[in-house]
């Protein structure tokens, strides 16, 4: 609606331009913090209308507001601006990179709120993954559901800089190892080693979630050596302590013999042949027992009872003798 007037002294052909007063002006945006960003994450406004960055056509008026907020409503750019006779204008922001580790085994839930306006971004975070999320400077709340547990963990975000956020998992791994206070060497094969009931290998035993474990280690036989709830985490190692006796039985006979080893309560058997002259070592528990041997020598059977409180050797004598004749 602008009137323009115009005196033209016309001696000679004469050619009069009039121009459109709409003008282009292509806008981009940049961090001060120098910080890689994705221009769709940002909400850009001029005088109220979104736009989109880039170049926008047919500008009217001299002065814009130009308004520019994060995915939160946290206003990064907010000012009245003459852009006539510009062909481009940057929009300088702040942001700060949030930065979260996710270290949890399984996926996590979590949703990020902005304490002013309540706003929140929810997203799912896989295992050993990093999300970067790029943010005006604001106080935030994270709210992480572990996948791992299910237990959920509110975090405060002061955001004046970059910040990097461990979500650690709540699984740990620990090595196990088996110690005989009497210090006789043994065989970890020979040992039945559970946690919370289930049967496991000594060693690292990884992926461990709960506190609390219940411990238990039987014999052979089934004669509990170790029986108690243990607190695991924050350990690397734990050592289990037994104690363990050595019941040694020497075979003299000249043939071979059969032998059962009976623990008198649970009446659980152990079954072994003992050739000539031989030695058998077992590494058990306390407890009463019987061994049954059946000689090669007479087919005879002799029952020995055995009180196994300390360690013990039981001689298996041969029936044979020698005479000297003249």
Do not use: C
């Amino acid at each position: 609606g602008i009137t323009t007037t115009y005196d033209i002294n016309l001696n000679l052909d004469y050619i009069l331009t009039l121009n459109s007063s709409y003008y282009d002006i292509y806008f981009s945006l940049f961090d001060l913090n120098l910080h890689a960003i994705d221009p769709n994450l940002y909400e850009f406004r001029l005088n109220g209308t979104i736009q989109d960055f880039g170049l926008i056509t047919d500008l009217q008026t001299d002065d814009y507001a130009i308004t520019v907020v994060d995915r939160f409503g946290t206003s990064l750019f907010d000012d009245v601006i003459t852009l006539r006779g510009l062909n481009e204008y940057r929009i300088e922001i702040v942001l700060y990179e949030l930065q979260i580790k996710h270290l949890a085994r399984e996926n996590s839930d979590l949703v990020l709120i902005e304490d002013v306006t309540l706003n929140i971004y929810t997203f799912i975070m896989t295992p050993d993954s990093i999300k970067l999320i790029m943010v005006g400077s604001s106080d935030y709340t994270l709210e992480w559901t572990n996948g791992e547990n299910g237990v959920m963990t509110s975090i405060s975000i002061v955001l004046t800089d970059d910040r990097v956020v461990m979500l650690n998992t709540s699984y740990y791994d620990i090595y196990f190892s088996l110690f005989d206070l009497n210090l006789h060497n043994i065989d970890l094969n020979q040992y039945e080693f559970r946690l919370n009931g289930t049967i496991q290998d000594f060693g690292l035993i990884i992926d461990l979630q709960t506190d609390d474990y219940a411990i238990t280690v039987v014999d052979r036989f089934g004669t509990s050596l170790f029986n108690s709830i243990i607190t695991l985490r924050d350990l690397n190692e734990y050592r289990i302590d037994i104690t363990l006796y050595e019941l040694q039985i020497r075979h003299l006979a000249t043939e071979n013999s059969n032998l059962i080893l009976t623990e008198d309560i649970s009446g659980n058997d152990y079954l072994f042949i003992m050739t000539p002259d031989s030695i058998k070592l077992i590494v058990i528990g306390f407890a009463d027992y019987t061994l049954n041997w059946t000689n090669g020598e007479n087919g005879f059977t002799t029952s020995i009872p055995i009180a196994l409180t300390t360690d013990r050797v039981v001689m298996l004598d041969t029936t044979y003798h020698d005479v000297y004749f003249s």
